[in-house]
């Protein structure tokens, strides 16, 4: 009973992601991630998702904040961490994106591996 109220609370979680990304300015990939994590936590709700379609996930989504990583490791070492928060400084500095985007990786990796603990 636990698990479906957390997978519940997961999807809407994750609906809300999608639907904040639509003014990004690479909308469709980022939608596609987010429905993607709906799509496994809905799976979960009712039947174990599939291993396999986990694993590609958690794959495609750790190399991508891999490849992200240089620019969070570059907010990590500026000296105003707050600026991950500020709307205006994407603009100015763009590590803050990719820290963001990383950041929502590394939640979608954790979600993922949760689900395959899950399975075990």
Known sequence: MLSKFNNTILALLFLLFA????????????????????????????????KYWLWVSGAAYLVYAVILLPGAWQWIQSPDRSLLFDDLAKMQFPYIEETRECLGLLICVVVIAWQLWKRR
């Open 19 to 50: 639907a904040v990304q639509l003014n990004d300015p690479d909308p469709a990939l980022w939608v596609v991630i987010y429905l993607n994590m709906v799509v496994i936590c809905l799976w979960a709700m009712f039947r174990t998702p599939n």
